[in-house]
């Protein structure tokens, strides 16, 4: 079979493999079940570089082109920033074209040889406060200069301004990769400043790298509420899955768990939620529970999922998770349905009573949530149910936990969103 003859999509790898498995099935459908043909077909795929269909020039057309269909210029973007060998016509392309979707994230995937479009990126995202924009550009800077990210980064952590310190903070869990140690320093420093505050959960976000900042963070478990509030959250998340000796010789635990009786309930929390990762125990079930019910719509979900992976008990797990949707509002109440979702089979006895909840309902969240949790659980919903799920709801919010130091996702193109 020759490569010629493949449609290969113009972006996204995981696309690749859907697009084009209708086309190769018959040529896998040997090699055994269904699970182990498409296992075929995505490896030969992924190991597969990307030919794009049109030249690099027809593709900047496309992207110049401002009266073109949106998703064309989308497609034209992710196929620039995904080419190789990387062209200078497209960096250019794509910086003078940041308004079509997907440019920043391309400038981005390209990595150092776009530092020449920093300039115009720093002129169009000028006080980084903007919550839409930011996430995107955080994750190019990173990718394109680490030095200039973690000088950047620092001084937006210790702006007055709350968006700018987030926008900071995003900047760090993307420059992991590729300027962890670095940036740890830097953020080591700046606990001295007055603003230590802000550099504690940026430590948090650089996960195992900041293994060597631990000592320093466990001193601020007896400053302010802020301060414990955050080194609680950071030394869960650095030594989260991390053998280093400095996680596993029990003190990190015995501090934190002296913290489940602070009298800052958010201290006891995070420290619940840290505990949970370190030295997962049923001891610290109740103090789980507690943290469900937070008003941190992440925090709450860290606990209902470590919640339920202590929890071994599912009816007691089911239990718990309706409590907390009932003690909660918001945000908190999205918690609880979450830890649904990471019960997967174990959560089914728990159907009848989401769908009697779903139908009974007056609340126009808590029905997409409910029918979201349900469709996620494999239920069949009535038609008018059934569109009130949202596919990516409880996978956007996970992305959210989990996405330090990835690559950055583009975002569909497709002329259906």
Not at 44 to 54: G, Q, R
């Amino acid at each position: 079979m020759r490569l010629a003859k493949l449609r290969f999509s113009p972006y996204n790898r995981s696309m690749l493999v859907r697009e084009n498995h209708a086309l190769l099935r018959p040529r896998v459908r040997r090699y055994g079940d269904r699970k182990m043909r498409k296992l075929i077909l995505a490896l030969f795929v992924l190991a597969t570089p990307i030919h794009a269909s049109e030249s690099v020039r027809e593709l900047i057309s496309k992207l110049d082109n401002k009266d073109a269909p949106w998703h064309q210029r989308c497609l034209a973007a992710v196929t620039l920033g995904d080419m190789t060998p990387v062209s200078q016509e497209a960096v250019a392309a794509l910086a003078r074209n940041l308004d079509a979707r997907n440019s920043v994230v391309a400038l981005g995937h390209i990595g150092t040889p776009a530092i020449t479009a920093m300039p115009i990126l720093d002129k169009a995202f000028p006080d980084h406060s903007n919550y839409s924009e930011c996430p995107s550009w955080a994750y190019a800077l990173s990718r394109i200069d680490t030095a200039a990210a973690i000088s950047d980064g620092l001084l937006l952590l210790h702006s007055s301004d709350r968006a700018k310190r987030n926008c900071g903070a995003m900047i760090f869990m993307h420059v992991r990769e590729s300027g962890g140690e670095p940036a740890v320093l830097a953020l080591m420093q700046s606990l001295d400043s007055p603003t230590a505050t802000n550099a504690i959960p940026a430590l948090g976000l650089m996960g195992s790298t900041a293994v060597d900042a631990l000592p320093a963070l466990s001193k601020f478990l007896d400053g302010s509420p802020s301060d414990r509030r955050f080194a609680a959250y950071s030394l869960g998340a650095i030594c989260d899955k991390s053998h280093a000796p400095a996680c596993t010789n029990g003190e990190i635990a015995k501090k934190l768990r002296a913290r489940l009786s602070d009298n800052d309930w958010q201290v006891r929390n995070w420290a619940a939620v840290g505990l949970a990762k370190l030295a997962p125990s049923e001891e610290i079930l109740d103090s789980l529970e507690a943290a469900m019910q937070d008003n941190s719509a992440s925090l709450g979900i860290e606990a209902a999922v470590l919640f339920v992976s202590i929890q071994h008990d599912d009816s007691r797990a089911i239990s718990a998770l309706f409590r907390a949707i009932d003690k909660s509002v918001a945000f908190g109440a999205f918690a609880g349905l979450h830890g649904f979702v990471a019960m997967g089979t174990r959560a089914r006895p728990a159907i009848p009573e989401l769908r009697k909840r779903l139908f009974e309902t007056n609340d126009e969240n808590m029905k997409h949530w409910y029918a979201s949790t349900l469709s996620a659980l494999g239920d069949t919903l009535p038609p008018e149910y059934a569109k009130l799920n949202a596919p990516g709801l409880f996978v956007n919010f996970s992305t959210l936990l989990d996405n330090a130091g990835g690559h950055y996702q583009y975002e569909p193109c497709s002329t259906e969103d």
